[in-house]
C-alpha cells in the first residue's frame, strides 16, 4: 500500500490523504450533519482534523488500512473520505466513507463505494468487505444496496453517540459475489 497510489473513477480521484488537507477536512466533517453519522470527532476544530488525517496516514504506512481523501477529479477538490480498515488474518476490510454536505446526494457516495470495493477486491485480494452505517443515516444503507452487498443485520443499541443509543445495520459483500457478478461492482438502479 503506497501512499503515493491514486483511484480514477468518472467523476472523482481518490488520492492520500495529506496534512495541508486539514482545513477542508475541519470544514466539510465539523459539520454536525457529517459528525452524526459518523465516529468522526465532533466538534472537529483544526487541531482535530490534523491528528484524523496523521492518523489515517500511520494507519496505511503500518498496513492497518487505506484511507483516501475523495476529490473531484476536474478540480481536485476534496470532498470527502474513503477508506477501510484491513484486517490481514481474516483477509476483511471494513469499509467507512463520508462526504460533505453540499455533496450528499449527488451520486458521488455511490461511485466512490463502488471503486473503493473493486480495489479491495482487485488490488488487496480481500474475501469479504463489510460496512456498518448507523440506523439513523438511511442513505447510507441505500448506497450499500445500490453498489450490491448484502444486508447481513442490525446490532441493536451497539453505540453510544451525542448522547443516543443508535443501532447499527451491517451489509457485506464476499469475493465470491464479486466474482460471480463479474469482477465487477454492478450498481442497482432500482432501490
Known sequence: MTSDFTIRTKRLLFRPFQTSDAEV??????????????FLPHPM???????????????????RGVTFAITLA???????SIGMEIVTAHEQGRLSYWLGRTYWNKGYGSEAVTALVEYGFDNLHLHRIYAPH????????RVLQKVGMTHEGRLREHYLRFGQRIDVEIYGMLRKEFLNSGGRVKERNDR
Open 25 to 38: 477536512v475541519h470544514r466539510l466533517a465539523g459539520s454536525h450533519d457529517v459528525a452524526s453519522g459518523t
Open 74 to 80: 476536474e478540480s481536485g477538490q476534496v470532498i470527502g
Open 45 to 63: 476544530d483544526r487541531q482535530a482534523a490534523h491528528n484524523w488525517i496523521t492518523e489515517r496516514v500511520e494507519d496505511q504506512a503500518a498496513g
Open 134 to 141: 448507523f440506523h439513523t443515516n438511511p442513505a447510507s444503507g
